[in-house]
């Protein structure tokens, strides 16, 4: 009689608190003072209106609405039992299965919505994150280094997002390992929606979670809040490409206040999109060159390489790889080729038409080519 009295009060404790997370005028931080205050989360629910007020940790229109909230408690549990049904997990601080992870960062949420999996404890977890807005280059570093570190057991966390966020997602599912997914909006929304065929892959193959009731949009607001979760799972941040103001210097600040490591890719110094990653690099962080530098760190075995320029020179001309060597992933003006190879601009043009069709070129509009990997 007691387990079950015992199982009904965990059971009710973990309505309440999706019932607290669907408020917005409520934080973690607010949340754990009202715990404290009324001893239990149990207790919490049963305190007064005009009680929080006087503690001064709510203010009257807070406590107003959230007294206004608990007539609608039934219809918002309803709401959490259905989740099941959804394949929508919602694992709270109660829980056994709640990231320790987590646990250990300043304002952890309170609960979170879980599709797939979570991250396991017992292994390695790296992020990578980076610009949205990245170059041909930095995508094909980030998805290398998903690949390498993924393909050496170490799990990938990420926010899911355009550029090397998803370049980061989409290698690590190359390399065979899990990887995760922290959205800064509803786990029922995929933003950016080009973003999907990778959303559904990480449901199957890793997880995604939110700490966002469902049906949030993705919010400018939303995205420094949920970095700290990204940072919180995750043994160490790798910056690939960020610019001095970004999203992505804001994950590694956090990562550095959580205790964490924070690798930088380092960039040309006049890319403004890389301003980010020198500047951490000038002020103490890794350098890193290639995944084998990382997996050195955490001390995993590895084969020290960095697949970035696996296509074959084999079976084209001489002037062909005379072209096709000078060419590199970040994207080339057709003069400064030709002068490289040593040929005429015709000459040049029509080469790298060819080498466009074998499929080692790629034409980036203009006059400028790249390296086809």
């Not at 570190?149 to 997002?161: E, F, R, T």
């Not at 993705?218 to 420094?224: D, G, K």
């Not at 001095?244 to 006049?270: C, H, M, N, Y």
Request: proline residues 5%.
């Amino acid at each position: 009689m007691e387990k079950k009295q015992t199982a009904e009060n965990l059971e009710k404790a973990r309505e309440i608190i999706y019932f607290l997370c669907q408020m917005p005028f409520l934080g973690p931080a607010t949340m754990e003072r009202m715990k404290k205050a009324a001893g239990t989360v149990l207790s919490l629910f049963n305190i007064e209106e005009k009680q929080w007020v006087e503690w001064k940790i709510l203010n009257a229109g807070q406590a107003g609405n959230l007294e206004k909230e608990k007539r609608n408690f039934s219809q918002i549990t309803e709401e959490y039992h259905s989740l099941k049904n959804r394949g929508i997990k919602f694992i709270t601080i109660l829980d056994e299965e709640y990231p320790k992870r987590l646990r250990q960062i300043k304002n952890y949420p309170w609960g979170i919505y879980v599709r797939g999996e979570l991250p396991r404890e017992d292994v390695p977890s790296i992020a990578i994150v980076g610009s949205r807005l990245a170059t041909r280059y930095g995508l094909e570093l980030a998805r290398c280094f998903g690949e390498e570190l993924s393909g050496a057991g170490v799990q990938i966390i990420s926010g899911l997002a355009a550029g090397i966020d998803g370049a980061g997602h989409s290698g690590a599912l190359d390399g065979g390992g899990k990887t995760f997914g922290v959205l800064g909006c509803g786990i029922n929304i995929c933003y950016p929606r080009e973003n999907y065929p990778l959303f559904a892959r990480l449901v199957s193959e890793g997880g995604i979670l939110s700490e966002f009731p469902l049906g949030t949009k993705p919010f400018a607001q939303n995205f420094p809040i949920r970095n700290r979760v990204i940072s919180g799972l995750s043994d160490g941040v790798l910056v690939v490409e960020a610019r001095q103001r970004s999203g992505s210097l804001i994950t590694a600040g956090l990562a550095l206040d959580q205790g964490k490591e924070v690798f930088a890719v380092p960039g040309r110094i006049t890319d403004p999109g890389s301003e980010g990653c020198n500047q951490l690099i000038q002020s103490g962080a890794p350098l890193i060159q290639n995944p084998g530098d990382i997996l050195d760190i955490f001390g995993i075995c590895h084969e020290k390489r960095l697949k970035i320029h696996e296509k074959s020179e084999k079976g084209l001309a001489k002037k062909e790889k005379m072209v096709y060597s000078v060419l590199d992933l970040q994207p080339k003006n057709i003069d400064d080729v030709v002068k490289e190879a040593g040929l005429p601009l015709s000459e040049g043009m029509m080469i790298l038409l060819d080498l466009e069709l074998k499929g080692f070129a790629v034409h980036e509009g203009g006059n400028y080519y790249s390296r086809k990997r």
